[in-house]
């Protein structure tokens, strides 16, 4: 009888803290995933009242679509230098807002406040400073770099979406730097202080090693929002000029609901979910190794 109760009871707590989000999570997240894994073996475009099983013919369109592996490597050219440039001015501003300057908090805020913007207004917010602000700025100065709008040109139109990412997730890196940096024991570099160790010994052997954790899971989140990010493209560049600042993620939704085809966008939301997953896999799996070392 106690088993049958303490079972009962255990039932109950689940249901209550457990039951209704995983069934959330069901509805949202597995039934749409294994829906979209459907589509990509049929024909169905969004609107027609049925549809043909394709097989793997969708996948074989993905995968030789040259326009597809273009906004792939334009994207993988984006993470590159967004996770990049992301951790390495979160890591400084981090370093800048804990070492004791005045005013440290309303930094802070100032520096986190861009990541509170949503991305369709950050992007027209950055597109009116890229077309008339800093062209203003360009000819008063007589600077060429700055005198006609980056957005025109290819070349620059890619590095102006890498600034406006960087600029809008730099603040939130940040604030878990802050607190891998608040976990390190004063005793150390008090440690390090008596035995001569100047600021950057003592970054190099002993924060760095001990801010690895907050390295891994800022890098797992930069990595999974340079890959998805999509409103910020589509309010900045709009893909162009010439599709040269087309990143995968809205590759993908305008194949799938501008020009309707839903079955050849979903095989394409795949193959990009497989590469994310097996990047993200070996980044965290590098990382653990390192952790594990230092």
Known sequence: MYNEKTAAARFRSFATFALLPLLVFGTVMLVPFVVGIFMTFTD??????????QGIANYASALTDPLFWSSMGVTLKYVFFSVALTNALAFVLALLVTGGMRGQ????TGFFTPNLIGG????FIWQFMFTRVLVHVGEALGWELLSTSWLGDPQHAFWALVIVGVWQ??????????????????SLTEAANLDGANY???LWKIKLPLMVPAFTISLFLTLQRSFLVYDTNLSLTRGGP??????VAMHVYNEAFLYQNFGSGQAKAIILFAIVAAIVLVQVGV?????VES
């Not at 369709?120 to 992007?123: A, E, M």
């Open 200 to 202: 950057l010994q003592q």
């Open 169 to 186: 997730n730099a603040g939130y890196m940040m604030l878990i730097y802050i607190a891998g940096l608040a976990g390190i024991s004063e």
């Open 287 to 291: 990382m653990k190794k390192v952790e």
């Open 242 to 247: 010439y599709r040269s600042t087309e990143l």
């Open 105 to 108: 908090n309303f930094f802070r």
């Open 120 to 123: 369709i207004i950050l992007g």
């Open 44 to 53: 169905w475009t969004g609107a027609a009242a049925g549809f043909e099983w």
